[in-house]
Nanobody, 122 residues
Framework: QVQLVESGGGLVQAGGSLRLSCAAS????????MGWFRQAPGKEREFVAG????????GYADSVKGRFTISRDSAKNTVYLQMISLKPEDTAVYYC???????????????WGQGTQVTVSL
């Protein structure tokens, strides 16, 4: 079992930056691949970024590639999403996710945080 708690969301102007954090409970954090998803109002939840259990492999949705960076600190049981050059269309609730296993995927995550709101204004 993994419990996930996100933080770092907020209101930012277009072009600005935010860093989301996700603190994971449990002693086996290193055995889980991690991911970030988001859901905008009226839209389906979508994959944003994933990272494997060692942190050596990452993947991104095309819409955020080159602007977002996912990383993890196993000593702190924390995964991060650094977001730069934010756009109004990045406005959404962002969710941290985990799945047991080494590889990240774009779906199939069993554990979810409660979400953190990111709002990007013009």
């Amino acid at each position: 079992q993994v419990q996930l708690v996100e933080s770092g969301g907020g209101l930012v102007q277009a072009g600005g930056s935010l860093r989301l954090s996700c603190a994971a409970s449990g002693r086996t954090f290193s055995k889980y691949a991690m991911g970030w998803f988001r859901q905008a109002p009226g839209k389906e939840r979508e994959f944003v970024a994933g990272i494997n259990w060692s942190g050596g492999d990452t993947g991104y949705a095309d819409s955020v590639k080159g602007r977002f960076t996912i990383s993890r600190d196993s000593a702190k049981n924390t995964v991060y999403l650094q977001m730069i050059s934010l756009k109004p269309e990045d406005t959404a609730v962002y969710y941290c996710t985990a799945r047991y296993g080494s590889r990240w995927y774009t779906s199939g995550y069993a554990y979810w945080g409660q979400g953190t709101q990111v709002t990007v204004s013009l």
